[in-house]
């Protein structure tokens, strides 16, 4: 990633923040149930945004440079940009655009806060996307996924070499628990 593509993100973030900060200042008690297509999408590149439609959970969130990752329903995709996050037909065949009024339960978290909310599912999909590392009860552990047959996970000073996402996410080497168990009690970094 070069300095312009980093830099240009960053001001997005930044952007996006200053955006929020309006928005609550505006309104301390905005229902996010009634959000609009637009003002969805501002949100978009610095926040972590949980919601259902449907009776499902999704979420939409930026990983790195101007990837947009987008779940629903057991899927995911990552669009190259806000735009195509936007316009692509990814939830029950619709796009964001089409259903952001639609949207129940909206949660928006800055990113390095919102991290602690992940679920078993959305960890289990960041494992085999990319290499995740977090903190669970003050000590660092993490994943990294070399192939679908070898997934190193971590803790403290152990290390286990899982056969499978499977194994991975089942080995109970945070302090006798596995991932599946502790996924919404890790924070993130």
């Known amino acids: 990633m070069d300095v312009k593509m980093i830099k240009t993100w960053l001001k997005k973030v930044i952007d996006s923040k ?33 919601f259902r439609y449907k009776e499902v959970d999704g979420y939409i969130g930026p990983m790195c ?49 919102s991290r602690r909310f992940i679920n078993a599912e959305i960890l289990k999909e960041d494992i085999q996307s990319e290499d995740v590392k977090f903190e669970y009860m003050d000590f660092e552990g993490g994943a990294i996924y070399i192939s679908s047959n070898k997934i190193v996970i971590w803790y403290k000073d152990d290390e286990y070499e899982a056969k499978s996402i499977d194994d991975a996410m089942s080995y109970p080497i945070f302090d006798g628990k596995a991932l599946n168990e502790i996924a919404g009690k890790i924070k993130m970094v």
């Open 18 to 50: 200053q955006y929020l900060k309006k928005s609550i200042q505006r309104s301390k008690s905005k229902d996010l149930k009634h959000m609009d297509a637009e003002e969805l999408k501002s949100w978009i590149s610095g926040f972590d945004i949980f």
């Open 65 to 113: 440079g101007e990837v947009i990752s987008l779940r629903y329903g057991g899927k995911s995709y990552n669009a190259k940009s806000i735009d195509e996050a936007m316009e692509y037909p990814f939830f029950d065949g619709e796009s964001l655009n089409k259903i952001a009024t639609q949207l129940d339960d909206l949660k928006i978290f800055d990113i390095k806060d």
